[in-house]
């Protein structure tokens, strides 16, 4: 018994320290880079300064161009709704070209060390090309220069890496365009006072933690009355997503107007959790998503608006990417890229494609899509 | 047979003043004490309707304890139920997409888990191998099949009379604590006053004492594991109902919780002790620690710190009281 | 009792023997029908790769090979990798340590971990899952909220030497594994410090009765386990070139996995490292071997769980024909 009491003192005493700011404010995305907050209205972002191709190279890629390839697409893990509909997406592109022959292949759980061993059996079985979605942007480096030392061809999507270690990157939409998205619709939906909560995935996740500090960014600048309560962790597990959504729609009670979900197995937790508690309209749901598992929530009414990209395309558009690096269509300093029935996608950011603007699914076109 | 008695249930049949310092006892304290607790720095955590949600979202893991312990009281092990929650589920919520009848939805879970469980319980007690290698190698079996099998894709678009977990009793008690409940309190009457579930101290215990008595460890073994899968389907049903969307993943460590719920409820891994209700108040316990540290702000950051600190005091508690009370029986 | 202990350790020895024996005929079948289909996986390059890959969980596994000879298990392992990884970065960036000197107390911190679970293992005697389980959660957790999510980068060339350099074309961690497996193959085959750790899994009991200092070895053993964990993180870190606080989740059932293929008994009292050895790297060849003639992941993980019980299955049959 004494020593139960010591530990619990031990531990009582560990929270009253650990006890400061649960509230997010002040949270930068623990990636030490700036953030880049959009203007307040729909005026189209100034044209950023173009910058120079910063990615890498394959290096003596055997001349393929107009050749079958082999291509094997590496997401963070397979198994969940979003990753099924970009391996989708790619497979689609391939049958498209008709000279591709792609398979994905990947953990079953976003773990980096799982991630960098698949990709490094892929180099050894000696693929064309290699497509990525990184669970780490640094800790997957050091495998893809290895695969462009080799002559293989790696291209990003959804999550990058640092640029060197590939040499083109498919961005679904730019952070900042994603955060706009999300304020703007939270505050539209849940009043320009609105106080609302978070519930992420985890705090290491690279894109999470940049969109959430993106929007804290456009917040402070255009939606400076809202109120930021707390984000919360509920990994990727759709149970606790649930309870911890509960959890923070109990704790704040008529406080709270605005739940945003990070990742989409969080939306759709969060928006069953409000459901539940009989806070339809009271509470707004926001949040990333695929339209499958919303459209429960978007029919009955709970849920107005999720943002997304179509992830379909995301993966379709990075098929034709890496065909078109191998076939020497895509070379640095290019401004634009063909992607086959999505048109031309534009080069930003250097080493960048850019799909475009996020998508928001509403009642009215959420049932045109199926992933 | 009286040496079963003393062996399994020494600590059922103590008096009752004796068992007011027993491990359930302790838990019930401390889920009490930390919700007056939390509920001083914050009173919205002591509002009905939040001792209901923390109790409706981690019912499936109390459930799924249940099992657990009988399988840890027989002093074995099971690594493979977090993925094979995850299994039926996905196998409940096919067939409901299918448009099997609902109450073929909601038996099948049951009946796959306990053919699952009941192989690997046969392994374990007639090849010999060790519960933690065959549960091992079934952990990877259930795992990557149900991705080969599903191919990663969600199940959505579920009817509406499949949501088990959304019916509520008598219009105001959630099924899945009502299920918690009842099953909690079959299974400790069960495993103290059935003789065969007597024999699963027994076999835990002193498995040659109880082999002389007339109870086949075996067999008992066998019964327990296929026990533990008809828990893990009814847990599994209860995790699939609850959510309009089923994951072809499941949580990871997921195994871990449950195995921790049954531990800190003073389920001996040495086999011969514990009792489920022990477990289901450990997993509400577990729960509710989850939920008050958001309630009083600490840092996201330190969450699963404080959580495995507050763990690590009660089972060190469990020990040394369990140790006193041993000295105390020898003076 | 020491004549006992040893005549049976003799003809445990022979019946273990026979156990690496089939694993090692097993292995080396296996290695030949995946080699037959793919002409990528028995090169000297990939073998070498392979053997980089491996590193970290082979670290883990031969210490774990003492803690369940002694009849315990310590599931922390992975969560003291990802506490290790957080340790080196922070004391390097945030606490300013010359990085020879994080090295070193990242080591300390690693073996300071083990030794924790080491102590409320012996001295308030909880059973070493249930410890090893709570600490799970509490050092994955401390290195949570020491990180604050953030990673730590841009460490200096000649770290990553451990992990990514070679030394005459052998990667540099596979010779730090090659030395590790010789200094615990050799402790626990040729010392008394060995043969203690075989005689408590045997009768913990009868070992107090024989006067060895059980509490100090069993201290000693999860102290090792912690402090190689360490080990494990640096050459983590080093391959990956960053940390992150999730790192090492799950190496503990990877590790356990090799060491049970190895015949190590999980009631302890029997197995040897040389076992583990064949099982860790059985299962990264069959991981790496299946991978390259075309087996997706998903399927590789089954064939994984199948071969682990299969190969106990047949090793215990023989085992009893011959008892």
């Given amino acids: 018994m004494r020593s139960y009491l010591l530990t619990t003192a031990a531990a009582a005493a560990l929270a009253l320290a650990m006890n400061t700011g649960a509230s997010a404010a002040g949270w930068d995305g623990a990636d030490d880079l700036p953030t880049s907050p959009l203007a307040c209205d729909a005026s189209a972002p100034a044209a950023p300064a173009a910058k120079p191709y910063d990615g890498g190279k394959a290096v003596n890629a055997p001349d393929k161009a107009g050749k079958e390839i082999s291509v094997v697409d590496v997401p963070k893990l397979i198994g969940i709704g979003y990753f099924n509909a970009t391996s989708k997406g790619i497979a689609d592109a391939a049958k498209d070209l008709g000279n591709v022959k792609v398979k994905t292949d990947g953990p079953t759980e976003a773990k980096i060390d799982e991630q960098i061993k698949f990709i490094d059996n892929y180099i050894t079985s000696g693929v064309d090309g290699i497509l990525f979605a990184a669970n780490d942007p640094v800790a997957i480096a050091p495998v893809l220069k290895k695969a462009l030392s080799k002559g293989i061809h790696v291209v990003g999507y959804d999550a990058n890496s640092t640029p060197d270690a590939r040499e083109w990157f498919v961005n679904q939409a730019e952070f900042n365009g994603i955060a706009k998205a999300m304020m703007d619709s939270m505050a539209k939906e849940a009043g320009e006072d609105a106080a609302f909560g978070i519930v992420t995935s985890t705090f290491t996740t690279p894109n999470q933690a940049r969109w959430i500090a993106e929007m804290q960014a456009y917040g402070a600048k255009c939606h400076p009355k809202m109120k930021w309560l707390e984000t919360v962790e509920a990994q990727e597990d759709n149970v606790l997503s649930f309870n911890q959504a509960t959890t923070l729609l109990n704790k704040y009670g008529d406080k709270i107007k605005g739940l945003f979900g990070m990742t989409s197995v969080a939306t759709p937790a969060g928006a069953e959790a409000v459901t539940k508690a009989g806070l339809c309209g009271k509470v707004a749901e926001v949040g990333l998503a695929t339209p499958n598992a919303m459209k429960p929530y978007v029919h009955s009414g709970c849920v107005k608006s999720v943002v997304l990209w179509n992830p379909i395309d995301l993966g379709y558009a990075a098929m034709y990417v890496m065909r078109a690096v191998v076939d020497g269509k895509l070379k640095a300093g290019d401004a634009s890229v063909d992607a086959g029935k999505l048109g031309k996608l534009n080069v930003v950011n250097g080493s960048e494609i850019l799909l475009g603007a996020p998508y928001i699914y509403s009642k009215d076109n959420i049932d045109k899509f199926d992933f | ?331 | ?323």
């Avoid at chain 2, 299918?98 to 049951?110: D, E």
Wanted: overall charge positive; charged content about 10%; hydrophobic content about 55%.
């Fill in chain 3, 1 to 323: 009792m020491t004549a006992v202990a040893s005549s049976n350790r003799a003809s445990r020895a022979r019946i273990f023997l026979r156990h690496e024996t089939i694993l090692a005929a097993m292995l080396v079948v296996a290695l030949f029908g995946l080699g037959l289909f793919n002409d990528r996986f028995l090169t000297i390059d990939n073998l070498l790769n392979q053997g980089r890959l491996m590193t970290e969980i082979g670290l883990i596994a031969l210490p774990m090979t003492f803690v369940i000879v002694t009849g315990g298990i310590d599931v922390s392992v992975g969560a003291i990798v990802g506490l290790c990884a957080i340790v080196l970065g922070y004391s390097w960036k945030n606490l300013g340590f010359p990085l020879p000197l994080a090295i070193v107390f990242t080591l300390v911190v690693g073996a300071a971990a083990g030794l924790a679970n080491g102590l409320v293992i012996t001295r308030i005697k909880v059973p070493p899952i249930i410890t090893t389980i709570a600490t799970l959660t509490l050092f994955r957790g401390l290195a949570e909220g020491i990180s604050q999510a953030h990673s730590v980068r841009g460490y200096p060339d000649w770290f990553y030497f451990l992990g990514q350099g070679d030394v005459f074309g052998v990667p540099t961690q596979l010779l730090v594994l090659f030395l590790a497996i010789i200094v615990f193959g050799v402790a626990l085959d040729r010392t008394t410090f060995g043969r203690t750790l075989y005689a408590i899994g045997s009768n913990e009991t009868a070992a107090r009765f024989s006067a060895l200092p059980v509490e100090r070895v069993k201290l000693a053993a999860y102290t090792l386990s912690g402090l190689m964990a360490s080990l494990s993180a640096l050459v983590l870190v080093s391959r990956v070139t960053t940390t992150r606080s999730d790192m090492g989740m799950g190496y503990e059932l990877d590790a356990i996995a090799a060491v049970v293929l190895g015949g190590t008994s999980i009631f302890g009292g029997s197995g040897t490292i040389w076992g583990t050895v064949i099982g860790a790297v059985m299962i990264q060849l069959l991981k790496n071997g299946l991978a390259l003639t075309g087996v997706k992941g998903d399927a590789t993980i089954m064939v994984i769980g199948v071969v682990l019980i299969a190969s106990v299955l047949i090793a215990s049959s023989l085992q009893r024909r011959r008892v």
């Fill in chain 2, 1 to 331: 047979m009286s040496t079963i008695a003393l062996s399994g249930a020494s600590s059922a049949r103590a008096p009752f003043w004796r068992r007011l310092s027993s491990q359930e006892m302790l838990l019930a304290v401390a889920i009490v004490g930390l919700a007056l607790v939390v509920g001083l720095v914050n009173p919205r955590f002591l509002s009905a309707n939040n001792l209901a949600d923390i109790l409706l979202g981690n019912a499936y893991i109390a459930v799924a304890a249940i099992g657990m312990s009988m399988v840890i009281i027989t002093g074995n092990i099971d690594i493979s139920v977090g993925a094979l929650i995850g299994v039926l589920a996905t196998v409940s919520g096919s067939l409901a997409v299918a448009g099997a009848p609902i109450a073929v939805t909601w038996l099948a879970p049951l009946v796959f888990g306990m053919l699952v469980m009941g192989l690997q319980g046969a392994i374990v007690a007639y090849v010999g191998i060790p519960a933690i290698v065959v549960t091992l190698g079934m952990l990877s079996i259930l795992r990557g099949g149900l991705i080969s099998v599903t191919g990663g894709k969600w199940i959505t678009d579920l009817p509406d009379a499949f949501h088990l977990a959304d019916i509520e009793i008598f219009g105001f008690i959630p099924m899945p604590v009502a299920i918690m409940v009842v099953a909690t309190i079959l299974a400790a009457v069960w495993m103290r006053w059935w003789p065969l579930g007597r024999a699963i101290y027994a076999t835990g215990g002193n498995p040659e004492a109880a082999r002389l008595s007339g109870v086949s460890p075996r067999r008992t073994l066998v019964l327990v594991f296929v026990l533990h899968g008809f828990f893990a389907g009814v847990a599994a049903l209860l995790f699939a109902t609850q959510l309009r969307v089923i994951q072809s993943t499941t949580p990871s460590g997921l195994e871990f919780t449950i195995i921790t719920a049954s531990v800190v409820g003073g389920v001996s891994i040495l086999g011969g002790v514990g009792t489920v209700v022990g477990s289901t108040l450990a997993a509400i316990l577990i729960a509710e620690i989850t939920s008050a540290l958001v309630f009083i702000n600490i840092s996201p950051f330190w969450t699963h710190a404080l959580q495995g600190a507050l763990i690590l005091a009660t089972v060190i508690a469990d020990i040394e009281r369990r140790r006193r009370r041993l000295a105390g029986a020898i003076r």
